[in-house]
C-alpha cells in the first residue's frame, strides 16, 4: 500500500464520519431518552401503557417548565443588594467644621454701599405701616437725611405694590401713591398652599425687557415681601463688589474666634482656613485639608472635641438682611463644599451649645445596582464648585449653568461658572425677572436638574445631638469675660457682654463608627449554584445535560433531517439520471453504529492486562496456539487499539 | 471469559500473596513451612481462605488495568461528563474529555471560592423598628457644678485668692502692685506656675513668672514692659519634675483656657487630697436637687435615685439604674408616660471658677451600666423645659469568630476598675481603666478622675511633686491612646439611646409666680420665692412612637449555604452529589491496588527471570509448572480432544512432538476458594 493511502485509511479508521446515533428521528429520540442523564426522559420511554406515558410527559415537560420558571426568576433578581451595617471602633477623622455668622458683612463698612437701599426701606416701611422710624439705630436719623429728596431709584425698578383683592388687576403703588395697572400673572408666593384671608397683601412687580411681560409676586406677610425685595437688591449691589474688598469688609478669623481648644490642645486662627460665602460672607473651616494632615481624635467627649468661643457682634448686624442673631456651624467632609444656607446649625449668644456626633458612613452601589456616581463624572453637569460631588452641588451647579444660559448672567450666592458674571442692573436690566421664571420653573423640575443628577454613592453623615446650656453661669462671668476681653486685646476696644459671645463644643460621642454598606447580594458563583439546584432538584441535570440537548435536538436533529433530504434529494437524482441503476443508500454506516455497542464490552483481563507472555512459550518447538478461543481474543485486540487510541488522545 | 483471565489471575495471585503473607510461604506448595499440628493447621487454612477471599474481593474490583478502570468508572458513574467520554466516536471523545475535565475544575474553583467566603464569617444583618414595652433607660443627672461653694470655700480658699490675684495682674498689671502684697499661699504657685511668654520679639521670647517680682523679691524691669495683651503674650504652664531641673511649658493661645486649666489641675490636686465622703457631703443633696418627679402616672421622689460620686461632677442622681431592684418599664409612648423632673441647680452657688456652664448635665444609659456623663451627656438649661424623645438602639454582634467583639470584657487584657460600681463591660470603662493604669505605671499615682485600683493613692502636689508634668505627658501623648484603644474590644452588645431633643420657655410668665410658690413652700417650707428662672430646670423623658430599632447580626453563610451552594455548583456543572465523590475517592483505591499489584507483578518476573538466569538446568516443562501450582486431578490425557479437532485439521497436521496441550480448561485447574471468590464478585 502507499504510504498515502495508509495515512488516509488510518484516518478514516480513526475518526470515522459518523453521523447521529440514529437514521430516524423518532429512533434518535428513543435513543436519547435511554441515554440521557436526565431523569424524566427515561421513565417516558421505559413506561408501558399509555396513561403512564403521558403522565410521565406531563411530569417531565411541568419540571422543565419549573427549571425555566425559577431561572428566569433568579437571573431577574440577580441585580440585589443587601445591606450591612457595621460598628467599627476605632480612630476616627475628625470632620471639617465650618462656622459662620449669620450676618455676612459689617454693617459699618458696608453701609456706604447700602445707604441708598435701607433709606429706601424705611420709607416703603413707614408708608407701608405707617411706623415712625423706631429703630434704635444711632446713626439712622443722619443717614437718613442724606438721601432726602433723590429719586427712589431701587423701587422704580422694582416697585413695591400693595395689592387690593377688591379690585382685581389694580395695585397701589405706595411710593407714589399712584394705582397702577397690573398686567401679566400674579404669584402669590403662598397662595397655593393656604389661602390668604386678608384683604391686602403685598408684593413686587418684576418685568422683562420691554415691560410688557411682567409677573407680580405677592406675600401673605409684608416682612417677607420686604426681606426678599431688600434681597434682591443686596444681591444686586454686592453683585459688584470685588471679593478682596468683601473679605475685608467681613469678620476676621481672630475676630471671630476668641479661643480655640482641640484635643485638649491650644489652636487659634491659623487653624482656620478662609471660606468666602456670598451670602454669609467669611466663614472659617477649621481641619480642612489644605492646611495640613486631617485631625483625628481617639478619645471621644467633649474633652476631646473642638471647644470655641465666638465673638458675635450684634451691633454690627444689617437689619433688614438677617433677622436672627449668633452663627452656624456646618458639619461636613473635608473635600465637601459646605452648604450654609441649606444645612447647618445655629448657634445661640449667651450660651454653651454642645453637639455630639455620630458617624455613618454609607457606601452604595453604582451602577447597574442602583442610580448612584461614585465622583459623579459621569453626569453631564459640570462641577463649578471646588469641592467633591453630592447631589446639591449638581443641582446648583445645573441651575447656575441654566441661569447663565437663559439669563446671560450668573446668580449671585452661588459660584461662578468660567467666563460669566454675577447679574447687575447696569449690564442685565432685567435678570430679577428671569431669575424667577427660571427659579420657578427649577422648583417645579422643568428644566430637568432633578432627572440629570445622580446622588453620590457614598458619604458620610454625622448624626448631631444638639443641647443648650446656659453659657457663662451667674457666678463665672463675673471673671470670664473681662479675660475674654483681654484675650481679644487689639480686635476690640469694648468690654464683652454675655450676650457678644457663643461657646460651640463638637466632639464625638464615641469612637463608634456606623457603615452601612451595600454588597451584592448574588454573585455569580450564587447564581450558577442555584441553576444547579433548580436543575437538580427538577431533573438531575447539569450543563452535560444542557449540552447532551443542544448536540441531540439542535445537531444531531438537523442533521438526520438534512441527510433525509440529500438522500431523497440523490434518489431523486439518480431516478432522474439513470433509472436503472440506483445508488445503495448511505445509511447502513448510520445503522451500523448501535451494532457497535456490543464491541463496547469490557475488555477482558486477560487482553486488557498486558502481562509478559507465559512461560511456556519459551518451550523451543510449541505450535502457535490456534484455537478458536484466539478467534475471540481477536475480536478484544480490535477493541484494544480503540482504547489504545482513546489513550493517546 | 473467564476462561482467559484465570491463567494470569492465577498468576498473578502466586506472586502477590507470599508479598501479603510472608510467613504463609509459597501459596502453590501445599506444604507449609512451618510444620504445624493438624487442628491448628486447618484453622490457620480457614483464616488464609477467609483472608485471601477478601484480599480477592478487594483486588477484583472494576478491573485490573488502569484502563479498563477508567472505562468501568466512565460507564458506571453518576457524574455525567465520564459516561460520554467512552460510547461515542474519537472526536466526540476528546470533546467530551475536555469538556468533563473544564467543567472539573470549573467546580474546583467555584467551591475553592464559596469555603472561601465561609471562612471569611460574613455576618448579614437585621433591622427591626417598632414599639414595644422597654425598660425605661436608666437616667443620670448631675449639676455642672460639682460642689456647692459655699461648702468648699474652706478647701479653695487659698487657690481662689491666688486666682484672683492673677486675674487681676493679667487684666491690669500696673494695678496689681497695690493689692500683691496680700497674703497668698505661693506654695500651690510655685509648684505649677502659669507664665507669659512674650513672643514679641520672635527670635528672643521672654518667659515672664506672672508673680517673678512679688515673691522672689527682685524687682521687675518695668512694669510698663510687661503690659502686653494675647496678641503678644501667650500665656503658658510651666510643668516641672524632678525637682524643677526638667521643665515643659504647656502653651494656650488664650488666657481663659490657661487660667481654666490651671485652676482645675490645682482643684483636682486639692480635691485629691479630702476623703470621698466629706466630697459627697459638699455636694447637692438630692432632696435638694430634685424637687419634683412623676414616672409614667406614678409620684416618686428623690429616694428613688440612687446616688453616685462623680469626680467631675460630684454627687449624680441616677434613676432606674436597676442595682437593686428590678428595671421599671414603659408600655406607653409620649410624655404622659415618661418621668418628669424638675431640678434644682441652685446656680448662685456654683464654684466660679471650676464651672462656667450653668445647667443640668443628663444623660440615658442601660441599666447596670456605669454613666460616662462627661463623654455622653448632654445638657438641659435653666429656664426652660427640656422635653427628649427616646429612641432605643440596639446593636446585638456575633461575636467571635464573626465579629472582634466581648460579652463581658473577660478577655480584655485591661483590668476594669469601674468593676467596683458593679457595672457592665463598656469600651469607655476600658479606655479610662486602661490610662489609669498608664498613669499608675508612669506616674506611681492615679488620677482623681479616675477610680483607683486597691492599694494605690490618688495624685497630689505633696506627696508626687512630678504628677503634673507626668500627666501633661501621658494626657497628650498619642501612643498611649492607641495602645489602649488597640488593647480594648466593644462590647458584643451595644444600646444606643437616640435623642430628639426641643426646649421651650419653662415656666411661663403667667405660671411662673404659682409653680414658685409651690416649690418653695415644699423644698423651703418658706412662703417666699426661694428660687429664681436661673436655677430651674424641667424635663421630660419619654419614648417616641418608635421605641426600638434593634441592628441584629446573623451569620451571612451557615453550613447549610455552604452545603448547598457546593451541591448546586457540583450539580450544575457535572450532575454529582456526595455519592459521585465516595465514587471517585473508591477509583483512586482502586488505582493505588492496580498500581501495588503491577509493581509487585513486576518486582516478581524480575525476580523470576533472575533466577531463571541462574538455573542452568532444562527449563521446566509447562506440565511441571503445572503440576507445581497444582497436583491434584491433572491427567494430561490428550483423548478429550479428538472430538474437538474436526474443525481445525490444520492444527493436527503440525507434528510438533513433546507439545504439553495449551487448551485445558483452565478454569478446571483453578483452587476452588478463587472460583468461590470470582462469582461472589460478579454477584457484587
Known sequence: ?649 | MLLHISPAYFKLLHGFLPWIMPTNGNLGDKNFQMGKPGHREGATMHVKKYLLKGLHRLQKGPGYTYKELLVWYCDNTNTHGPKRIICEGPKKKAMWFLLTLLFASLVCWQWGIFIRTYLSWEVSVSLSVGFKTMDFPAVTICNASPFKYSKIKHLLKDLDELMEAVLERILAPELSHASATRNLNFSIWNHTPLVLIDERNPHHPMVLDLFGDNHNGLTSSSASEKICNAQGCKMAMRLCSLNGTQCTFRNFTSATQAVTEWYVLQATNIFAQVPQQELVEMSYPSEQMILACLFGAEPCNYRNFTSIFYPHYGNCYIFNWGMTEKALPSANPGTEFGLKLILDIGQEDYVPFLASTAGVRLMLHEQRSYPFIRDEGIYAMSGTETSIGVLVDKLQRMGEPYSPCTVNGSEVPVQNFYSDYNTTYSIQACLRSCFQDHMIRNCNCGHYLYPLPRGEKYCNNRDFPDWAHCYSDLQMSVAQRETCIGMCKESCNDTQYKMTISMADWPSEASEDWIFHVLSQERDQSTNITLSRKGIVKLNIYFQEFNYRTIEESAANNIVWLLSNLGGQFGFWMGGSVLCLIEFGEIIIDFVWITIIKLVALAKSLRQRRAQASYTGPPPTVAELVEAHTNFGFQPDMAPRSPNTGPYPSEQALPIPGTPPPNYDSLRLQPLDVIESDSEGDAI
Not at chain 1, 470632620?95 to 433709606?119: G, M, W
Not at chain 1, 480642612?288 to 468661643?309: A, C, F, K, P
Not at chain 1, 451602577?367 to 453630592?390: F, H, K, L, M, W
Not at chain 1, 449653568?401 to 442692573?425: D, F, H, I, R, W
Request: with cysteine.
Open chain 1, 1 to 649: 500500500m502507499a504510504p498515502g493511502e495508509k495515512i488516509k485509511t488510518k484516518i478514516k479508521k480513526n475518526l470515522p464520519v459518523t453521523g447521529p446515533q440514529a437514521p430516524t428521528i423518532k429512533e434518535l429520540m428513543r435513543w436519547y431518552c435511554l441515554n440521557t442523564n436526565t431523569h424524566g426522559c427515561r421513565r417516558i420511554v421505559v413506561s408501558r401503557g399509555r396513561l403512564r406515558r403521558l403522565l410521565w410527559i406531563g411530569f417531565t415537560l411541568t419540571a422543565v417548565a419549573l427549571i425555566l420558571w425559577q431561572c428566569a426568576l433568579l437571573v431577574f433578581s440577580f441585580y440585589t443588594v443587601s445591606v450591612s451595617i457595621k460598628v467599627h471602633f476605632r480612630k476616627l477623622d475628625f470632620p471639617a467644621v465650618t462656622i459662620c455668622n449669620i450676618n455676612p458683612y459689617k454693617y459699618s463698612t458696608v453701609r456706604h454701599f447700602l445707604a441708598d437701599l435701607e433709606q429706601e426701606t424705611r420709607e416703603a416701611l413707614k408708608s407701608l405701616y405707617g411706623f415712625p422710624e423706631s429703630r434704635k439705630r444711632r446713626e439712622a436719623e443722619s443717614w437718613s437725611s442724606i438721601s432726602e429728596g433723590k429719586q427712589p431709584r431701587f423701587s422704580h425698578r422694582i416697585p413695591l405694590l400693595i395689592f387690593d383683592q377688591d379690585e382685581k388687576g389694580k395695585a397701589r403703588d405706595f411710593f407714589t401713591g399712584r394705582k397702577r395697572k397690573v398686567g401679566g400673572s400674579i404669584i402669590h408666593k403662598a397662595s397655593n398652599v393656604m389661602h390668604i384671608e386678608s384683604k391686602q397683601v403685598v408684593g413686587f412687580q418684576l418685568c422683562s425687557n420691554d415691560t410688557s411681560d411682567c409677573a407680580t409676586y405677592t406675600f401673605s406677610s409684608g416682612i417677607n415681601a420686604i426681606q426678599e425685595w431688600y434681597k434682591l437688591h443686596y444681591m444686586n449691589i454686592m453683585a459688584q463688589v470685588p471679593l478682596e474688598k468683601k473679605i475685608n469688609m467681613s469678620y476676621s478669623a481672630e475676630e471671630l474666634l476668641v479661643t480655640c481648644f482641640f484635643d485638649g490642645v491650644s489652636c487659634d486662627a491659623r487653624n482656620f482656613t478662609l471660606f468666602h460665602h456670598p451670602m454669609h460672607g467669611n466663614c472659617y473651616t477649621f481641619n480642612n485639608r489644605e492646611n495640613e494632615t486631617i485631625l483625628s481624635t481617639s478619645m471621644g467627649g467633649s474633652e476631646y472635641g473642638l471647644q470655641v468661643i465666638l465673638y458675635i457682634n450684634e451691633e454690627e448686624y444689617n437689619p433688614f438682611l438677617v433677622s436672627s442673631t449668633g452663627a452656624k456651624v456646618i458639619i461636613h467632609r473635608q473635600d465637601e463644599y459646605p452648604f450654609v444656607e441649606d444645612v447647618g446649625t445655629e448657634i445661640e449668644t449667651a450660651m454653651v451649645t454642645s453637639i455630639g456626633m455620630h458617624l455613618t458612613e454609607s457606601f452604595k452601589l453604582s451602577e447597574p445596582y442602583s442610580q448612584c456616581t461614585e465622583d459623579g463624572s459621569d453626569v453631564p453637569i459640570r462641577n463649578i464648585y471646588n469641592a467633591a460631588y453630592s447631589l446639591q452641588i449638581c443641582l446648583h451647579s445645573c441651575f447656575q449653568t441654566k441661569m447663565v444660559e437663559k439669563c446671560g448672567c450668573a446668580q449671585y450666592s452661588q459660584p461662578l461658572p468660567p467666563a460669566a458674571n454675577y447679574c447687575n442692573y447696569q449690564q442685565h436690566p432685567n435678570w430679577m425677572y428671569c431669575y424667577y421664571q427660571l427659579h420657578r420653573a427649577f422648583v417645579q423640575e422643568e428644566l430637568g436638574c432633578q432627572s440629570v443628577c445622580k446622588e453620590a454613592c457614598s458619604f458620610k453623615e454625622w448624626t448631631l445631638t444638639t443641647s443648650l446650656a446656659q453659657w457663662p453661669s451667674v457666678v463665672s462671668e463675673k471673671w470670664l469675660l473681662p479675660v475674654l476681653t483681654w484675650d481679644q486685646g487689639r480686635q476690640i476696644n469694648k468690654k464683652l457682654k454675655k450676650t457678644d459671645l457663643a461657646k460651640l463644643l463638637i466632639f464625638y460621642k464615641d469612637l463608634n463608627q456606623r457603615s452601612i454598606m451595600e454588597s451584592p447580594a448574588n454573585s455569580i458563583e450564587m447564581l450558577l449554584s442555584n441553576f444547579g439546584g433548580q436543575l437538580g432538584l427538577w431533573m438531575s441535570c447539569s450543563v452535560v445535560c444542557v449540552i447532551e440537548i443542544i448536540e441531540v435536538f439542535f445537531i444531531d436533529f438537523f442533521s438526520i433531517i438534512a441527510r433525509r433530504q440529500w438522500q431523497k434529494a440523490k434518489e431523486w437524482w439518480a431516478r432522474k439520471q439513470a433509472p436503472p441503476c440506483p445508488e445503495a443508500p448511505r445509511s447502513p454506516q448510520g445503522q451500523d453504529n448501535p451494532a457497535l455497542d456490543i464491541d463496547n464490552d469490557l475488555p477482558t483481563f486477560n487482553s486488557a492486562l498486558h502481562l509478559p507472555p507465559a512461560l511456556g512459550t519459551q518451550v523451543p518447538g510449541t505450535p502457535p496456539p490456534k484455537y478458536n478461543t484466539l478467534r475471540l481474543e481477536r475480536a478484544f485486540s480490535n477493541q484494544l487499539t480503540d482504547t489504545q487510541m482513546l489513550d493517546e488522545l
